[in-house]
């Protein structure tokens, strides 16, 4: 991978202003909205999990792999006006420019996590140990790889007119099904099982484990890395049929 080319994406993501308002003030407003509704009560009082402990780690796992989804699917865009087409005939490699574009959608999906949780430590009152800080923030962070290599296929498949649409709708599938905007303990026993399937729950489930302690992290490592495996099995693949026809 050209360093020079990461260095060049990863300007155009910080450049991006809408890309820094979608997935920074989103997270935040709903944290702080969600906070002001039900931040008092106790989510478990047999733990004493109190609401905006949760709501923070679902916001900040919300804001994580909404924009790596989002950073990694612009790809639909490259691909539209032929800029795909022209990196090809370059020295930089088919590998070199999807583990770029995977990078940059992993470095912009760090500052949601960092802010909400910071807004949560400081501004609300989250007190998690030191142990606890470092599963919400670098555990959330390292959940969202096979959501970056999930945009990455996105954009591999859509097209400029139906990226956003598709974009979203699986954005906010996975946020409702996978447990980030509703705690799958209240869902029916069906729903409950179809949301275990999906890579958000298992996301969910590293950050509020830092809240219960019970998470099984390597079963959802586990799951996490298969998603990731077979997502990128896809991209490559589907990039390859692209360069065979240029």
Not at 95 to 114: N, R, T
Not at 177 to 189: E, R, Y
Not at 223 to 245: C, K
Request: aromatic share 10%; charged share 10%; with cysteine.
């Amino acid at each position: 991978m050209k360093t020079g080319y990461l260095a060049l994406e990863v300007k155009r993501a910080i450049r991006n202003p809408r890309t820094l308002i979608f997935t920074l003030a989103f997270p935040v407003a709903l944290f702080l909205l969600y906070c002001g509704m039900y931040g008092n009560q106790t989510i478990d009082p047999s733990t004493h999990v109190t609401a905006k402990a949760y709501l923070m780690v679902s916001m900040a796992a919300y804001g994580a792999f909404m924009a790596a989804m989002t950073g990694a699917s612009r790809t639909a865009l490259e691909r539209a006006s032929g800029w795909q087409r022209q990196l090809r005939l370059t020295p930089l490699t088919g590998s070199g420019y999807l583990l770029a574009k995977g990078l940059v959608a992993l470095l912009v999906a760090l500052p949601p996590i960092v802010l909400v949780s910071a807004i949560g430590g400081l501004a609300e009152g989250v007190h998690l140990s030191a142990g606890g800080w470092l599963q919400v923030v670098l555990g959330v962070w390292a959940a969202t790889i096979p959501f970056a290599v999930l945009g990455l296929l996105v954009g591999q498949l859509a097209t400029a007119d139906s990226l956003q649409p598709i974009t979203m709708t699986l954005m906010l599938l996975l946020a409702f099904i996978g447990g980030i905007f509703i705690p799958t303990a209240i869902f029916p026993h069906w729903l409950a099982n179809i949301a275990q399937v999906l890579p958000s729950y298992w996301l969910a489930e590293i950050g509020h484990g830092a809240l219960y302690g019970n998470t099984d992290v390597g079963k959802a490592v586990l799951i996490l890395g298969i998603y990731t495996v077979v997502l990128g099995f896809a991209v490559v693949r589907r990039y390859r049929r692209d360069s065979a026809r240029v």
